[in-house]
């Protein structure tokens, strides 16, 4: 193998020899032979094939030395993309916090004879949100057995016992939970709405006791009556998703979606009746 680098170095060597004596030759003629063209285009033939093998080596050396310059604008490129998508999380999870807190703000411009005292999700009290749930604010608080419990899209339930700093509160859907209601298309008054659950396990509601000849229908929206004094009159329910005739008991009945989803409460509101000095009319 030696052997034969060297002799190709040797032959390389005589052609390039040869070829700078046939300029040097060809420049007092001004044309060159055929021989000598042959030599010449053979010579830059071979000095093609090596410049552009040192060429290739070159670039492979420039891309190797600039790996590490590529690397680190890609570790630069993912942690930009990376704080990009926190800061689209952060802006979207204020959104609709904001979006939240707009809703009760509203409600308690309707209300504004109760104080509303925002608490956050301990735990469970059960396996599920129908068992009721924990918060974290309790008797120091003001709050106390009975008081309704709100978000901004409508009524959660009904705060069920009370320690110190913490409460246990019964969603709407819960069966030990019963709302006096009404119609607000029709006015219907009568109603009471109770916790439902539906044979895939859905969390609702059931309105009971209106008349046969109520007109409630399909998407009509339930609100509280006041009736019974626990709970505030019109604050949103939920929406009639279908209509029962039970002649039988000489009623009508209603299958309700809350708008509230008890399954993505984030937050609550406890209304704490104002001392009525403090209620503006």
């Known amino acids: 193998m030696g052997f034969l680098k060297n002799k190709l170095a040797v032959v390389i060597i005589i052609l390039s020899v040869t070829f700078l004596s046939l300029i040097g030759y060809s420049a007092n003629r001004g044309k060159m032979s055929f021989v000598e063209n042959g030599v010449g285009a053979t010579i830059n033939s071979v000095q093609g094939i090596f410049y552009k093998g040192f060429t290739r080596i070159g670039n492979s050396f420039q891309f190797i030395t600039n790996i590490s310059d590529v690397k680190a604008e890609n570790e630069q490129l993912k942690k930009i993309n990376s704080e990009f998508k926190s800061k689209e999380l952060e802006y979207d999870t204020s959104i609709k916090e904001n979006e939240r807190f707009r809703k009760v703000f509203d409600l308690s411009k309707q209300k504004d004879e109760y104080n509303y005292v925002g608490a956050n999700i301990k735990g469970l009290t059960g396996s599920s949100f129908m068992?009721?749930?924990?918060?974290?604010?309790?008797?120091?608080?003001?709050?106390?057995?009975?008081?309704?419990?709100?978000?901004?899209?409508?009524?959660?339930?009904?705060?069920?016992?009370?320690?110190?700093?913490?409460?246990?509160?019964?969603?709407?859907?819960?069966?030990?939970?019963?709302?006096?209601?009404?119609?607000?298309?029709?006015?219907?008054?009568?109603?009471?709405?109770?916790?439902?659950?539906?044979?895939?396990?859905?969390?609702?509601?059931?309105?009971?006791?209106?008349?046969?000849?109520?007109?409630?229908?399909?998407?009509?929206?339930?609100?509280?009556?006041?009736?019974?004094?626990?709970?505030?009159?019109?604050?949103?329910?939920?929406?009639?998703?279908?209509?029962?005739?039970?002649?039988?008991?000489v009623m009508k009945t209603a299958i309700i979606e809350p708008y509230v989803d008890f399954s993505k409460i984030e937050e609550v509101f406890i209304l704490v009746q104002k001392d009525p000095s403090q209620i503006k009319y």
């Open 131 to 249: 068992d009721g749930f924990i918060i974290n604010k309790g008797e120091n608080k003001g709050i106390k057995k009975g008081m309704v419990v709100v978000t901004g899209d409508g009524i959660v339930g009904q705060v069920s016992s009370v320690g110190d700093n913490w409460a246990n509160v019964y969603c709407l859907s819960n069966e030990n939970i019963a709302v006096a209601a009404l119609v607000k298309s029709t006015r219907d008054n009568n109603g009471i709405v109770k916790g439902y659950k539906d044979e895939n396990n859905k969390l609702l509601a059931q309105i009971e006791r209106l008349s046969l000849d109520s007109k409630i229908k399909k998407g009509d929206v339930i609100l509280t009556s006041g009736l019974g004094g626990i709970y505030p009159s019109d604050i949103k329910i939920g929406k009639v998703l279908s209509v029962h005739e039970d002649k039988g008991e």
